[in-house]
């Protein structure tokens, strides 16, 4: 019998995360043979991914370069990718998401011929700008790809009403669940002293994450100096920042933050340890897309700081809530939680809006059932 020849393509930390459990489960199907590319348009951050779920690529094109630009990114993996495509002869790719990797691999596999294989398909904000370039990315991606396998009812419906044939799209949950599922422990240890230190009965620590590119600029200034004057306002806040490696997060960050020892920026966390943190943190303040995933699961209240969020369900859910980048907006409403509890229990419920943590198994099944 023949085996279905996969080629997996990822470069960014999320993508790391969220195809990591698929290659897994790939690893234990004897009818599939898979061939891992990475381009590495996030170096660091991701090889931490590869060392925690034990991934080696077989490809690993090293595109990497402090302070790139789009255009760079896109046409230094879209140059390496043909090459492979060419070597591996697969039968389909597979991408995950919206980055300018996700991109040009489903443009470097359309010029070959090779069938597409979209994870987390149909997500949309409605704003092409917004996020940017994410939006425009997941966009064309969707008219390049064979399978779109879309987390969830919300994402199907988007790709219906865009004229995608219904027999293209599966709905499979997003694997970000099922990565969660492999790192969350209650007796999680974190093996990092500031970490275990905490004492988390008597604090309540906000977790923050920021790194959107349309963010870079004055919104960002509003997040930070919102959270930096609730910090001040409650005794028992402690922030912890695992900030994005981007210089430009990095010098807003050290102005506004700049002498407040509330504020704990650190380098970013591994998944792993990450994850537990978000398990035990109060509230959550991000603009990160999988981060907003996560947190319903854990049962953590999620603001996000976004003026659009391609993920509704999570609001429905209710347990996340569109903030916006006003100042006034996103200090106003931490506060409130800060200080209602009433408020506060009504966010934090557990929901699950993006899967059960078997989207990997259904995605491969898929692959196996149609090309198999
Ligand atoms: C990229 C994705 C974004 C995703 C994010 C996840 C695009 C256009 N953007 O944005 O969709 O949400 O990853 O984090 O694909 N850097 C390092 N080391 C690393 C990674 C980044 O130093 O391992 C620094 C570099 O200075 C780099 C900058 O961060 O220039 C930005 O990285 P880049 O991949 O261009 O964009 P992100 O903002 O990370
Ligand atoms: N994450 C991590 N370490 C950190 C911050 C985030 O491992 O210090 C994980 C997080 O759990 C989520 C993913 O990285 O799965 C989100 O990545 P990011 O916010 O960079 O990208 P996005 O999801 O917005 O594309």
Redesign the pocket.
């Known amino acids: 019998m023949n085996k279905v020849k996969v080629m997996t393509v990822f470069g960014t930390?999320?993508e790391g995360?969220k195809m990591a459990p698929i290659v897994k489960a790939m690893e234990k199907v004897p009818e599939i043979e898979n061939t891992i590319c990475i381009t590495a348009q996030h170096r660091e951050m991701l090889d931490q991914v590869l060392e925690l779920f034990q991934i080696e690529p077989d490809y690993d094109l090293n595109i990497f370069k402090s302070g790139q630009t789009l255009t760079e990114i896109t046409m230094r993996a879209l140059e390496g990718l043909e090459n492979v495509i060419k070597e591996v002869e697969p039968d389909i790719l597979l991408i995950q998401?919206d980055t300018s990797t996700v991109f040009a691999g489903a443009l470097a596999a359309f010029y070959q011929k090779v069938k597409i294989g979209h994870v987390e398909a149909g997500l949309r904000s409605g704003n092409l700008y917004s996020p940017y370039p994410e939006e425009a990315n997941r966009k064309l991606t969707g008219i390049l790809a064979d399978f779109h396998f879309a987390p969830t009812e919300t994402n199907r419906k988007n790709l219906l009403r865009e004229g995608y044939p219904e027999e293209k799209i599966f709905i499979t949950g997003n694997t970000?669940i099922d990565a969660l599922h492999y790192t969350v422990r209650d007796d999680y240890k974190f093996n990092i002293p500031f970490l275990d230190d905490i004492d988390y009965r008597n604090k309540r620590i906000i977790l923050l994450?920021s790194?959107r590119r349309e963010n870079i600029g004055e919104p960002m200034e509003n997040i930070f100096s919102a959270v930096d004057h609730i910090s001040k306002k409650y005794d028992d806040i402690e922030v912890i920042f695992?900030i994005?490696l981007n210089p430009k997060v990095r010098n807003i960050a050290n102005k506004t933050f700049k002498g407040n020892q509330k504020i704990h920026i650190i380098e970013?966390?591994?998944?792993e340890p990450?994850?537990n943190l978000?398990a035990r943190s109060h509230l959550i303040i991000t603009d990160?897309?999988?981060?907003q995933e996560?947190a319903p699961s854990l049962g953590k209240p999620v603001l996000v700081v976004r003026e659009e969020t391609e993920r509704p369900e999570g609001i429905e859910a209710g347990t996340a809530r569109l903030v916006g980048t006003r100042y006034d907006a996103i200090f106003n409403f931490t506060d409130l939680l800060l200080s209602n509890e009433k408020e506060y229990i009504k966010m934090a419920k557990a929901a699950n809006p993006y899967g059960d943590g078997k989207a990997s198994n259904r995605i491969v099944d898929i692959i196996l059932g149609t090309m198999g």
């Open positions: 930390r999320p995360i998401g970000v994450t790194h695992p994005h970013p966390l591994d998944y990450f994850t978000m990160s897309g999988g981060v996560e």
